[in-house]
């Protein structure tokens, strides 16, 4: 976007919303930015049973009802306290009208966020617990740096290895074994919170991983 789109977004009505760990997020059909900590947008069966369907991280967009017009049955929730920004839906849609490029870039990130979740279905259905976890923090790593939260492979992943394992469909104990022989091959490090992707080539090669689908047209 240009710097007049950027100048129009700011001087919308933004709201701030603090939520905390396992809190909920209504979105209504408003704009709402993730700013700080991880979301999971998910689906509760009826036996209770929650599935996650994609992750949210801090510069995207909660949810595109603002876009299509139609809420999901998906449902947000926060993985760590997070910090929403909103706009409202009247201001928004207002702004597209004169702003097309703002349109656009809400689009353009509707179709990653869509990919995103389609490498999800691949990982479940196709690659091994170890492609698997790898695909994960190599994904993360370059949609965290992007918004500059991960620095020379390095980043923050304040999520248990409960909610790992319920992202990849993978149990704890088998996300645990997952990361320790990644550790054991000299692939990553990790200290409390703190990832650290020591060999970024040879992750990318077990999991197949290209960033292609993540090519943001912002």
């Known amino acids: 976007m240009k710097n007049n789109d ?18 909920s997020i209504d979105s209504r059909r408003d704009l709402c930015l993730l700013s700080s900590g991880m979301v999971f947008r998910q689906r509760t ?15 995207d967009i909660c949810c595109y009802a603002i876009v299509t017009g139609h809420m999901t049955l998906s449902t947000l929730c926060a993985v760590t306290p997070c910090t929403v920004m909103r706009a409202p ?9 004169h702003y097309p490029n703002i349109l656009a870039a809400l689009l353009a990130n509707l179709s990653i966020d869509t990919a995103v979740t389609e490498e999800l279905l691949l990982s479940i ?21 992007r ?17 790992m394992g319920a992202y990849l469909a993978l149990s704890a104990v088998h996300v645990n074994r997952t990361l320790q022989e990644l550790r054991r091959r000299g692939l990553v490090r990790t200290v409390g919170a703190r990832i650290n992707l020591l060999d970024q080539a040879e992750l990318q090669r077990i999991a197949g991983f290209s960033p292609a689908y993540l090519t943001d047209a912002r």
């Not at 049973?49 to 991280?57: F, K």
């Not at 698997?132 to 370059?142: D, I, V």
């Open 125 to 145: 259905g196709h690659r091994t617990a170890l492609e698997r976890m790898a695909h994960f923090l190599c994904e993360l790593e370059f949609r965290l740096r």
């Open 45 to 59: 069966m009826e036996d209770g049973v929650r599935r996650l369907m994609s992750l949210v991280v801090p510069g």
């Open 89 to 97: 839906m009247e201001e928004v849609i207002t702004l597209c009208e």
């Open 6 to 23: 950027v100048a129009a977004l700011a001087g919308l009505s933004w709201t701030r919303q603090n939520v905390p760990t396992d809190g």
């Open 147 to 163: 918004v500059r939260l991960a620095d020379h492979a390095q980043f923050l992943l304040n999520m248990t290895q409960a909610d």
